[in-house]
């Protein structure tokens, strides 16, 4: 009994150590809930703690006004240590780290988007979710046609044709029918990202969908096509493509959560693009009372770094999982920037101009 009381004693002093430095990390996020990311964020603090030996003090709720108050009120006292909020939240670079300077304190995935930056101009958050619009693929259906997800413009062009001829649906969207997000993705592939919004880049969107229009890619009559139909076709694995914004994903039934994918749009310049269609959701930032706390800090880092890592992404992005799950990570991780909507660029006149692109279509 004496043997063993003082093996005991042996390996408490041994890892006294080990335990004095375990940092206690009290975090805010908005992932919790209904949110689509709440048990990936679960997922991902669990093994956050047990890699590290750190533990996180886990304050996500609900994105209200109270939870904002109660979040604000913490940063202010020092009693919050990474927050992941929208940006315009009211805190400024006196109660959080810019993300510039993140990621010169060795944090890897940082970004400093132009889409994050706060009225000041000043970028405090990192991106961790974004809303967003593209084009997703049942890889299944090009497969059996023999064809793989298109990388390019010309890969696009070729698919539509291959599968029009098949009499499956290259691309199942409405063009009558809440056409906007067509319209949206059509005018990125359509324009450099820098142009997007432009005259430029409605003209290109025009051109697009009459190049897609005229190789069958939205079916036989997609002018009386409606839209619930369609997505259910892409949903069934019956049509091989559709356009639509992240949220889509949360519809893919499980069962096809491996054969679906996100991809970038690609542009009618040959270049695929790295700017997302959509607006930021939320970014990460660690506090400015963290970084006077060293392990606190050390310890804020890991989490970050975890948060904004492959494994972050996947859980934190959507609840579909498998490899939509992945491949809408990958999209996000790459992107270079955030390029807004069109309705929100011009709310007076975007629907007059997609009845006339759409119309313009219709009698061609």
Partial sequence: MKRNALLLLCLALALA???????????YTPFADM????????????????????????YSALQDEPWFEALRRAVGAGEADLVVLPVGSGLGAKDLVPAEELSQAGAAGVRSLAAMAEKDGSVLLTPVRFHFETLFVNTDVLEKAGLAAPESWEDLVVACAVLSQTGVTPIANALTEWPEIVLDCAAMMGAPAAEFGSEASKEGAALVLSQLVAVGAFGQDPWNAEDQPSAEAFLSGKAAMRFDSWDFSLSVPEERRDAVRAIALPGLDGERRTALVGTPACGLALTQACRQDPEKWKAALSLAQKILGAEGESGLVTAAGGKLAESMAELTMSAQDVSGILYDRDPEGFDDWAERVISGLMGE
């Fill in 17 to 27: 150590p080990v335990l004095s430095t375990a940092a206690v990390l009290r975090v």
């Fill in 35 to 58: 949110d689509p990311g709440a048990q990936g964020w679960e997922e991902l603090v669990r093994a956050w703690e047990e890699e590290t030996g750190n533990a996180c003090e886990d």
